[in-house]
Structures are given as structure tokens and as C-alpha cells.
């Protein structure tokens, strides 16, 4: 079913840094200025003297600081066994612990029984474009139009960005079209020029089919592979839209197409050389409006597979160069400023130390889930693929207050902060 949002702003001049979607649809920005226990939202807006009075109870979801705090890029990405992500540092590791520095300026000590995984490096998988979250056309565009949170084009149209983007990447957005589909993806693009020159994956969305190709770089001009052929088209899909989401594997050369939620096809190419950050979008009809909703890019954590027994009482340990073993992870030890772990495996007698670098995901050995209780609210911090199932929520002055079902009581400031919603 299409969502449609109804986008309200008393003032069309008032520069909101925060926005309230009620469960009606309607949407109010101002500033929050606190949230109370008694879940009584007071919201600074230019129409009210005296503010706002919101029940946050009436709230669907609530986007703080539109405008976000940029963050590098996170060492490490903790996986508590209830869902729930953090990133930042991990600082030391005992046979019982794990201590670990956040992003936000707070360091914790985590008991090892509460954390599933610990990721690290391009593991970590990071939002790179969120429309809704920030809406705008890509940096390089023609024909593209920005309607509220949706890229339309009615011609001809084309647009190119460079992102941060690892070896493997997602790509996820809604397509609706007019009368029969015409758009192009290009994936991983050196720069914003369409030809051979440029290595890159293409992936057609036409009336006809679904292909996919890989153009490749030599000393004096690319080559085209042959195309790739899904076996279905959208020309199935009879409400004119659907939900793609592309996964896009370089170190492996292989594209995962979804349509609805639904894996259609797996591409495999056997040579590719697309290492680069740009993406582009192009509407090759020059009669066919198409529209794109929803869209988000992301870095890629590929879920490696756990070879390891269920309630196992080892951890297993996967490393960048292909390796995975399993064993007891004892403790860590600074080196030349380099955090290494030492890892006691089957097959041998001695700890080894593993420099972190070389280190792709930690695995735990099996907990049992644990499900927090009284969540009036589930809050998800800024850092990509960073959430926070949060209870007792209240704010005042710029700070949130909560209980957090690992970490205890955490008080943060509201700008660390993307998103509150309701269970």
C-alpha cells in the first residue's frame, strides 16, 4: 500500500531543527524543548508564544535534528544480545568485560554475556543517504526535481553523487512510473561521465527486462560484459511501483536484486574493477515521468556464516583475509598503539594475538535474547546502523534522560539523537 504524507508547517518561512509525525500523518517541526515522563511533548513553534503541547502518545515517529552531526567513521560496532547497536572504540577486553568508549563521549563497561558481535572496519555497515531523513537531489543533476521527499523526473534525466562507499554497498528506493519503466543505475562509477571509460555496474530497469552489466577499464578503452538477465520484469508489476533494494557485492563481483522485499536474482560477473564512489541515477524515457521514494544508501555488513554449534562455549572469529576459526578470546594488549586480541583456538595450545585491523567480526558464544520490558519509546541515535531501545524517556534542556536494558541509565544530549519512535 502507498504511504502518503501530508508535510505541514504553519509558517512556511520557520526553520525547524526538529519534526513530529503524528499518527494522523501530519507533520510539525519546531524545536522540542522537553518530553516528560507523563509523555507531554512541549515544542517551540513560531505560532505558539507559550509552546506547543504534543501527547508524545499521539506521536508515529519523531526526527530530531534534521540538520545531523556528521561522525566519522566508527572502529568498532557492539551488538547487544537484545538487538541494540553502539558504536565507537573498544578500549580493553577481559575474560568477563568489554569496555567500550562511544561515539557520544561515554565509555561503558559491557558484561560479554550481553553482547552478540563485535564488528569492526568496513564490517560496520553506515547509512550514507537517507532521503527521508534528508531530502535533496543528488550534487550533479539535470532534469531531476525534488518534490517534499520524493526525485521526480518527467524527461531525460540524470544525477551522480560520490559517497563514502565501501567494497560493498546497498542501495534501496521505491520506483513508480507512468507508463513503462526506463531507468538506469550506474554503481560504483570512477566520475560522472556515461561511457566504457568509466568502470562501473549498470543495472536497466526497462518494460522489456531487468539486466545487469559490468563495464571494465584497460590501458585505452572499457569493456562492456555481456548483460545479465533477471527472470522477471516490471512490467508484472501492474500498480506501476515497486520497492528495489540492490546489494552490491565488488570484492566478490556479484549484484542481489529485491523486488517487494523479494530476491529475484543474483548476478555474478567474473572480473570487476568498479572501485569507485559514484552513483548515478538516469531516466533514459524522454516521455515517462518516473518517481524515486525512500531512498537510502549504505555501507554493506555481508552476514558471515556462523560455522560454529549453537550454545556453543567458544567464540568464533572471522578475519579479513578469509579466515574463520574458533576459540576463547582471553583478553586484549596494547601494541605499538595497536589493540590486539588474544585468541586461544582448538587446534592450538598458545594465545594468538590478532591486531584489530585484521579482525572482520567477533562472534560470542550463544546467549539467549533478552527483551527489555516497559519501552514507551525505541530510540535510534544518529551514527549509522547505531539503535538504543530506550525506557523512562525524558528530555529537558537539550538532554535525554533514559534506561537502557545493557547499559543502565544514560543521559545523552538531544544532538546525538536521529529518530524517537513508538512501539
Same mark, same amino acid.
Given at each position: 500500500?502507498?504511504?502518503?504524507?501530508?508535510?505541514?508547517?504553519?509558517?512556511?518561512?520557520?526553520?525547524?531543527?526538529?519534526?513530529?509525525?503524528?499518527?494522523?500523518?501530519?507533520?510539525?517541526?519546531?524545536?522540542?524543548?522537553?518530553?516528560?515522563?507523563?509523555?507531554?511533548?512541549?515544542?517551540?513553534?513560531?505560532?505558539?508564544?507559550?509552546?506547543?503541547?504534543?501527547?508524545?502518545?499521539?506521536?508515529?515517529?519523531?526526527?530530531?535534528?534534521?540538520?545531523?552531526?556528521?561522525?566519522?567513521?566508527?572502529?568498532?560496532?557492539?551488538?547487544?544480545?537484545?538487538?541494540?547497536?553502539?558504536?565507537?572504540?573498544?578500549?580493553?577486553?577481559?575474560?568477563?568485560?568489554?569496555?567500550?568508549?562511544?561515539?557520544?563521549?561515554?565509555?561503558?563497561?559491557?558484561?560479554?554475556?550481553?553482547?552478540?558481535?563485535?564488528?569492526?572496519?568496513?564490517?560496520?555497515?553506515?547509512?550514507?543517504?537517507?532521503?527521508?531523513?534528508?531530502?535533496?537531489?543528488?550534487?550533479?543533476?539535470?532534469?531531476?526535481?525534488?518534490?517534499?521527499?520524493?526525485?521526480?523526473?518527467?524527461?531525460?534525466?540524470?544525477?551522480?553523487?560520490?559517497?563514502?562507499?565501501?567494497?560493498?554497498?546497498?542501495?534501496?528506493?521505491?520506483?513508480?512510473?507512468?507508463?513503462?519503466?526506463?531507468?538506469?543505475? =550506474?554503481?560504483?562509477?570512477?566520475? $560522472?561521465?556515461? *561511457? +566504457?571509460? %568509466?568502470?562501473?555496474? @549498470?543495472? #536497466?530497469?526497462?518494460?522489456?527486462?531487468?539486466?545487469?552489466?559490468?563495464?571494465?577499464?584497460?590501458?585505452?578503452?572499457?569493456?562492456?560484459?555481456?548483460?545479465?538477465?533477471?527472470?522477471?520484469?516490471?512490467?508484472?508489476?501492474?500498480?506501476?511501483?515497486?520497492?528495489?533494494?540492490?546489494?552490491?557485492?565488488?570484492?566478490?563481483?556479484?549484484?542481489?536484486?529485491?523486488?517487494?522485499?523479494?530476491?529475484? =536474482?543474483?548476478?555474478?560477473?567474473? $572480473?570487476?574493477? *568498479? +572501485?569507485? %564512489?559514484?552513483?548515478? @541515477?538516469? #531516466?533514459?524515457?524522454?516521455?515517462?515521468?518516473?518517481?524515486?521514494?525512500?531512498?537510502?544508501?549504505?555501507?554493506?555488513?555481508?552476514?558471515?556464516?556462523?560455522?560454529?554449534?549453537?550454545?556453543?562455549?567458544?567464540?568464533?572469529?572471522?578475519?579479513?583475509?578469509?579466515?574463520?576459526?574458533?576459540?576463547?578470546?582471553?583478553?586484549?594488549?596494547?601494541?605499538?598503539?595497536?589493540?590486539?586480541?588474544?585468541?586461544?583456538?582448538?587446534?592450538?595450545?598458545?594465545?594468538?594475538?590478532?591486531?584489530?585491523?585484521?579482525?572482520?567480526?567477533?562472534?560470542?558464544?550463544?546467549?539467549?535474547?533478552?527483551?527489555?520490558?516497559?519501552?514507551?519509546?525505541?530510540?535510534?541515535?544518529?551514527?549509522?546502523?547505531?539503535?538504543?531501545?530506550?525506557?523512562?524517556?525524558?528530555?529537558?534542556?537539550?538532554?535525554?534522560?533514559?534506561?537502557?536494558?545493557?547499559?543502565?541509565?544514560?543521559?545523552?544530549?538531544?544532538?546525538?539523537?536521529?529518530?524517537?519512535?513508538?512501539?
Amino acid at each position: 500500500m502507498r504511504l502518503i504524507f501530508l508535510f505541514i508547517c504553519l509558517i512556511s518561512t520557520c526553520l525547524a531543527e526538529d519534526q513530529l509525525t503524528l499518527k494522523t500523518g501530519e507533520i510539525i517541526r519546531g524545536s522540542i524543548q522537553s518530553i516528560s515522563t507523563d509523555n507531554t511533548i512541549t515544542l517551540e513553534h513560531i505560532a505558539a508564544e507559550q509552546g506547543l503541547k504534543i501527547n508524545a502518545l499521539s506521536t508515529d515517529r519523531i526526527d530530531l535534528n534534521i540538520t545531523p552531526t556528521k561522525f566519522k567513521k566508527a572502529e568498532a560496532l557492539v551488538s547487544f544480545t537484545n538487538g541494540d547497536n553502539l558504536s565507537g572504540q573498544v578500549t580493553s577486553i577481559s575474560p568477563n568485560s568489554i569496555r567500550f568508549a562511544s561515539q557520544f563521549g561515554k565509555e561503558y563497561t559491557i558484561p560479554r554475556s550481553k553482547i552478540d558481535t563485535l564488528s569492526f572496519g568496513d564490517s560496520i555497515s553506515t547509512p550514507l543517504f537517507d532521503l527521508n531523513q534528508s531530502p535533496k537531489i543528488f550534487e550533479t543533476s539535470t532534469g531531476w526535481e525534488l518534490q517534499n521527499r520524493t526525485l521526480k523526473a518527467t524527461s531525460t534525466s540524470m544525477m551522480w553523487q560520490a559517497f563514502d562507499l565501501t567494497p560493498d554497498f546497498i542501495i534501496k528506493f521505491n520506483i513508480a512510473w507512468q507508463s513503462s519503466p526506463n531507468l538506469t543505475l =550506474h554503481l560504483g562509477a570512477n566520475n $560522472t561521465i556515461n *561511457s +566504457t571509460s %568509466n568502470p562501473r555496474y @549498470i543495472v #536497466n530497469f526497462n518494460n522489456r527486462v531487468l539486466n545487469f552489466e559490468s563495464i571494465n577499464s584497460t590501458q585505452k578503452r572499457g569493456t562492456r560484459t555481456p548483460s545479465v538477465r533477471a527472470s522477471t520484469s516490471l512490467t508484472s508489476y501492474k500498480e506501476k511501483e515497486v520497492a528495489v533494494e540492490l546489494r552490491v557485492s565488488r570484492s566478490s563481483g556479484n549484484i542481489i536484486l529485491f523486488l517487494n522485499g523479494e530476491k529475484i =536474482h543474483n548476478a555474478f560477473f567474473d $572480473t570487476a574493477d *568498479s +572501485t569507485g %564512489n559514484y552513483i548515478g @541515477i538516469q #531516466n533514459q524515457s524522454r516521455n515517462n515521468a518516473h518517481t524515486i521514494s525512500n531512498l537510502h544508501i549504505s555501507t554493506w555488513d555481508q552476514q558471515i556464516q556462523r560455522t560454529h554449534k549453537k550454545n556453543s562455549t567458544h567464540t568464533f572469529i572471522a578475519l579479513n583475509n578469509g579466515d574463520t576459526l574458533t576459540g576463547k578470546l582471553s583478553s586484549s594488549s596494547q601494541k605499538n598503539n595497536i589493540l590486539h586480541y588474544a585468541m586461544n583456538y582448538e587446534h592450538s595450545n598458545e594465545n594468538i594475538l590478532h591486531p584489530q585491523h585484521d579482525i572482520k567480526i567477533i562472534h560470542f558464544k550463544e546467549t539467549a535474547s533478552e527483551n527489555s520490558t516497559n519501552t514507551e519509546l525505541k530510540a535510534s541515535l544518529l551514527k549509522g546502523n547505531v539503535k538504543l531501545t530506550l525506557s523512562n524517556i525524558s528530555m529537558e534542556k537539550g538532554l535525554i534522560k533514559a534506561t537502557h536494558p545493557v547499559l543502565g541509565e544514560i543521559s545523552l544530549e538531544k544532538k546525538h539523537f536521529r529518530t524517537l519512535e513508538l512501539n
